[in-house]
C-alpha cells in the first residue's frame, strides 16, 4: 500500500499556536507554543496578546514540528488550517500563514472547522473513529455536545453553553476562591482535599421546563453565581472559606451536568461512541464521571491523550487527512476565516 | 550584494489597480549584464490596500493593489498568486521578500507579516522590513512630490493617526508614532520652525489628510504603500531594512480584571 499522504495542520483560534504532521491517522508530530502565561495576569485570554504571540511563533512553531517529525516541507502533501471558530485576529494570523504556506508549497489548502478537528484528534490516538458519534466539548473557548456523522463532512450542534464556557467558570469561580488563573488545574488540585457533597450548588439547565428547550445545553453563569453568594456570606458572616470544598463542589456540579447530557445525548439519539475532547477534558473528575456513566450506559468512551485534546495542529492535520482522503475540494484561495464558524462547515 | 550593473531599479508605475504585467522579465539590460537575478516579492498590508507587487531587478513587472480594508486574508494570497502568473513566474523564482512592518491597524498588518515570514521560510529566501510610513514617502517623492518637507500619516482608528515627517528628498527626519493628527502637524511644525524652516504647514501624504483636513490643509499623494514602491526602494537599496517584525506602536488594550463585584443584595 502507498504512503499515505503528509498533511500538515495549523491551529491558531485561540492562545496556542499548533503545527501539527500526520499521515492518516498518524501521528508525527503536534509542536505547540502557547501564550498562555502571557494572559495570567489578566484572568483570561486577551485577544490582541493571544494574536501577537501567534505571529511570533508560527515560523518556530512550523520548524518545530518537521525537526520533530523528521520530515522535510517539500515532503508535505496537503495542509490544513483552522478556520474558525475562534478568535477573529487569532484566526487570521494562521489562515495567511497556511496560504503563504500553501503557495510555497503549491500544495492544496484546506481550511477547517477546529470544533471538528477536536473530534478528528481522537483517530490519532486510537484510530479511525466509527461515525455516528456524540463529542462532549470542554474547554476555556467552548463547551458543546456534538453528532458527528462523518468526521470529513457532516456534524451538528446538539448543544452548548448559553453563557460562559466550562473552562471561564473554572477561571472566574478559582478567582472567587483566591485560586490562580488558568482555574482548572488549580481547582482540581484544592477539590482533592474536600467534599463534593459538602455544598449543593445548582446544576443549570436541568429543570424539566429548561430540559425541554434546551435538553442538550449548558449554563454556567447561576453556578458561577451561586458559588459567589456562597462565599460572599461566608466571609461576610466571618466564617473561614472551605477552599477544597468550595472546589470539589463547584467541580462536582460542572462534571454532572457535562456528562449527564452528553449521555443522555448518546441514548437519545442511539449513539454508541462518545468521545470527551477540549482542554477542560484533562479535569480529572469529568473525565472519572464520564468513564463511569459510559460504562454504566453501554456507551464506548474514547478520548486522546491530553495533548491532543487542548488545541493543537495535529488535529486539524488529522481532519485534514480526513478531507483529503475522502478526496474533497481544496478551499478557494480567497477564502476567509469565520470567528463565527458553523459546526456544520466541517471544510469551507 | 550585486545588483543590476546599470544601476538602481527604474520608476514604479503608478494607479495600477489589478494584476497586470508592467513589461517582460528578463530581457538584456540596458547597457550590461545581468550579475545577478533578482526576482523580488513585495508586499504591504499596514493600511487598508492590500499591495502585492514583483520586481525582476530592473522593473516592476506584475503589480495588484485592492483597496478593502476589511478582506486582507482573503485578498493577499490570490494577489500574490496574480502577480506571479501575470509575470509568467514560477514562486521558486523568487530571490527576496519585501514587508511592510506598519505602524498600521493590527490585525490586518499581520495578515502580511505572517504571509511574508512564512514564503520567507519556506523558499528559504530573506526577507526585508520597510516601515509603511516609509514605503509612503518613497511614492511622495517617485510622484514627484517632494522638493519641501513633508508628513506621511496613516489612518490608526481612534482618532488618532500614525504618522513621521521627511525631509525634501524623502529622509526620515521623526521616528514613526502615533498620534491625533492636530499633534502630529503640530509636533512636525515645531520641529521645521527649530530647522529654521520659514513655512511650518507641511503637505502630508497617506490617509491622513483626507481624514483629517484641517491638521493637514495640503494633501499630497499617495494615499496608501505601494508594494511598487516597496520593491523599487528595496531593489534600489534607498530602503532602511529593518527585521519583518510588526510596528505597533500601541501596547495591546488590555486591562486587568476588574475586582469582584459583589452578588449579595
Ligand atoms: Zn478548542
Redesign the pocket.
Known sequence: MAEQPLILGIET??DETGVGLVRGTTLLANAVASSVEEHVRFGGVVPEVASRAHLEAVVPTLRRALTEAGVQLSDVDAIAVTAGP?LAGALMVGVSAAKALAIALDKPLYGVN??V??VAAEQLENGPLTEPVIAL?V?G??TEILEVDDIASSAQLLGQTLDDAAGEAFDKVARLIGLKYPGGPHIQKAAADGDPTAIAFPRGLTSQRDMSRHRYDFSFSGLKTAVARWVETAERDGVPVPVPDVAAAFQEAVADVLTRKAVLACQERGVSTMVLA??VAANARIRDLTKERCAAAGIELRQPRLSLC??NGAMIAALGAAVVERGLPPSPASFASDSSLPVTQVLV | MLRDASGPAGSPRRGVRSVEAAGKRRGSPPGGVWLETVLLLALDTATPAVTVALHDGRDVVAESTTVDARRHTELLAPAITGVLRAAGADRREITEIAVGVGPGPFTGLRVGLAAAQVLGAALDRPVRGVCSLDVVAHGVIASGGGGRPFVVATDARRREVYWAGYDASGRRLTPPQVATAADAAAAFGQHLSIAGADDMTAPAAGAGPRLYPDAFPVAVEPEYPSAADLAAVVVGGYAEIVEPDPLYLRRPDIAPPAPRKSVLT
Open positions: 483560534s485561540c475562534g477546529h470544533l478537528g477536536h466539548l474547554s473557548g467552548h477540549g482542554g487542548t488545541d
